[in-house]
């Protein structure tokens, strides 16, 4: 067989290898039918292969991101997208300039802000009726576990200062009880029965607008942390997942998430399944699958809903009552994750507070009690904070740590709205990816974006020096919890296929393997570690074709051609 393309000229970083090796690959039918030197690989050289001079560059695996939102992150960029506020007042000009130029809207919603942004991560409903008097506003935050509204929508909502907190939420109040302007987890919801619904056609197209942003980060599979069942006349996600592979407009290889709803009880997986099963009777299952479920086990830190073994503190050092919310009770969750993994499902945990990860841990060894070893590839995610006595228990009950890298650095949030109000000595035992793989964890990553950059290059670089680009901080936490670059990458690629259950087709550049890759600019392996994050994708190929190339007109395009596998 003659290959149809060659890359030649360039670094070569198989994943089997210890590091790169100046080599070619050859692509036939969108697979790797060759590596090796390019004198090697002559005879499938013939008249018709295209030459692809890469003049020096580092082909890698394709990156595959294991917990990321596309779908919502692609809506809310066509909404009041305010994630690239850097004060509060760039954030209320961006809130101001968008109502102004869509005065048909009957409700400002979008995503986006920063907490650390607002004294106490918590922004005033009274800064919004400054700009915008006439109409609702509902603005998720970027971590997405809480909203600012404006005074028009509690009004519309109905959330008065009679208003109880709901279960799993609370709300900020004024001294007399009135709602203040933010509100976490839960409480979100209270405003679902009055604001718009996302129709069908906003969310096909923030798909395909998420898609175009990740292939120029050289992503080429991901993991959707979160696909709801629709209610209302809300669009079915896994539905527009379902008509752009049908379609030939999703490029990317897709798992799906289904979303555990903590209110539907046992009798959801029923459903879950059936649609799993109606995914898999449409589609390869390395095109397009949705075998995984979400279930979020707490909060977040920053808003003290991160459930945590030891007590928050208040704001003069001293403890409180409060260790944050689990949103199931530990018995209730050992009993339907057993169910879910007795119906050959993977779990997807959102476990962040030390608490959460051991609920979901033992909510694991209760399910490997019942059903044995079921090779269904669970995996937490985030794990902010991990007990020392939980950090063996990953690999022997054989649970991937799902790494968001990227966060594990100091920065304002974590500076200045969690580490004060963490129990002492609770900074070194954040993120603890190299005590998880010194433990023998199988180590997954992703990005969680919107929360934050989907790109996979930054978040390596954060995993291997503990501290984000050019900041004169100290790494966060002892050295021993840096990352080599192998393991980052690796990570990044072969370790997120194989929790996508990808590995025999990607992952790896080897013989017989899909041709899903990415170039980058320069070598990894040959820079300082401070300048990782230098280094930009400048093509992106799934199944033997090139989907991204930076620069090329209408950059970060993919096109529409079939792709191969």
Known sequence: MHAETLLEN??????????????????????????????????????????????????????????????????????????????????????????????EEPWILGAGWSMELFPGGTPLRQQLDAVVPDRPVLLQNRDHHGAWANTAAFQAANITAQTPDPEGGRLEREADGTPAGTVHE?????????????PYDLAYRGLLKAQRELLAQGITAWQDAWVPVPEGGHADHLGVYMDAAAAGELLVRVTI??????????????????????????????QLKA?????????????????????????????????????FDPQEMKQFVTAI????????????????????LDA???????????????????????????????????????????????????????????????????????????????????????????????????????????????????????LSLKQSLDAYTQGSAWINGLEEQTGTLERGKLADLAVLDANLFDLDPEDLHRVRVTQTWIGGKCVYQLGAAGSAAATHAAVAG
Not at 186 to 198: H, M, S, T, W
Not at 341 to 360: C, K
């Open 364 to 482: 694991l060894a209760a399910a490997r009690l019942e059903n044995g070893s079921s090779g269904n590839r669970h995996h937490l995610a985030h794990l902010q904070v991990v007990r020392p006595e939980d950090v063996p228990r990953f690999a022997q009950l054989q649970a991937a740590a799902n790494m968001q890298a990227l966060w594990a650095c100091h920065e304002d949030q974590l500076d200045t709205l969690t580490l004060p109000f963490l129990e002492p000595g609770a900074e070194e035992r954040h993120y603890p990816f190299g005590e998880l793989a010194a433990h023998g964890s199988r180590l997954v990553a992703g990005s969680d974006w919107p929360v934050s950059t989907a790109d996979p290059v930054a978040a390596i670089h954060v995993a291997v020096n503990r501290r984000s680009p050019g900041s004169d901080l100290p790494p966060l936490g002892a050295d021993s919890q840096k």
């Open 257 to 286: 998430c289904q979303w555990w709803d903590r209110t539907a009880g046992p009798g959801q997986l029923e459903d879950i399944r059936d649609r799993r099963d109606a995914v898999a009777a449409a589609f390869e299952p390395w």
């Open 10 to 103: 360039g670094w070569l970083y198989t994943g089997i290898d210890a590091g790169p090796i100046r080599a070619s690959l050859a692509i036939a039918d969108g697979r790797i039918i060759a590596v090796g030197p390019g004198s090697s690989l002559e005879d499938v050289v013939g008249a018709e292969t295209r030459r692809v001079d890469l003049q020096g560059q580092l082909v890698v695996p394709g990156f595959q991101d294991a917990h990321i939102h596309p779908v919502f992150a692609g809506i809310e960029m066509l909404q009041c997208d305010l994630t690239g506020a850097g004060t509060a007042e760039e954030a209320l000009a961006v809130i101001a300039e968008y109502a102004a130029s869509h005065p």
């Open 341 to 360: 993994d007795a119906e050959g499902m993977q779990v997807h945990f959102h476990a962040l507070g030390d608490r959460a990860v051991t609920d979901a």
């Open 186 to 198: 839960g409480a979100v919801d209270l405003f679902n029965r009055v604001k718009p619904e996302i």
């Open 291 to 327: 075998s995984s479920v979400k279930v979020m086990v707490d909060g977040v830190a920053e808003n003290y809903t991160a459930a945590m073994h030891h007590v928050y503190l208040d704001h003069h050092g001293h403890p409180t009552e409060n260790r944050g919310i689990e949103f």
